[in-house]
């Protein structure tokens, strides 16, 4: 064990960052306050000058998700529109969950409503989705229903198969291509003329 001198000195960014590599490397329900505590060589209640609780560490998790999915699908939006935009954007947010399985499940662990912040985190992946459908020539108001859709098809698929939830022999990669091809399949006719 450390001594007190040789040990890192403790702030929030560091206690979430070893929380995110605990949960991504052995899932959500992996993670304690002990062990998060035991991987920074520190005392549990040295954690609680940082994190108020388990509970606030799953929340600033699912924060910590959001913001990089939101960043990932903006990176691969750019220059892209109508179905090269819902396909990549697609692809970027299956991408996110394989790389960061963890923190991608924080994301559902704790409730939005009422928390402001996480609201706002929420409507910024469903604004960077409306965004890029603007090839359609929707409506604002169909924008913003469409993107919810992709949202909600997105982590549908997505949270279906970090858990096994498609246990069928046919290929997931062809499933996904199908999805896409449903979603701007059904965007094309909503188009303004």
Known sequence: MSTKSERTALNTDLVIAKAAEIVDADGLDAL????????????????????DSYD??????????????????????????GDAAV???????????VDHPGLYAATDRYP???????????????????????????????QVHAARTLRSAFHGFCHLEAGDGHPR?????ESFDRLIHLLCSGLRPQGNT
Do not use: F, K
């Open 32 to 51: 304690t306050l002990t062990r998060v505590a035991e991987e920074l060589d520190a005392s549990q209640p040295a954690l609680y000058r940082h994190v």
């Open 56 to 81: 606030a560490l799953i929340r600033a998790l699912g924060l910590s998700g959001r913001e990089i999915l939101a960043a990932r699908l903006a990176d691969s939006a750019i220059g892209l529109s």
């Open 87 to 97: 396909r990549a954007m697609g692809l970027a947010w299956r991408q996110m969950v």
């Open 112 to 142: 939005c409503a009422d928390d402001p912040e996480l609201e706002e985190a929420v409507s910024r992946i469903v604004e960077i989705l409306a965004q890029a459908l603007s090839a359609y020539n929707l409506s604002e108001d169909r």
């Open 169 to 173: 022999e046919q290929d997931l990669d």
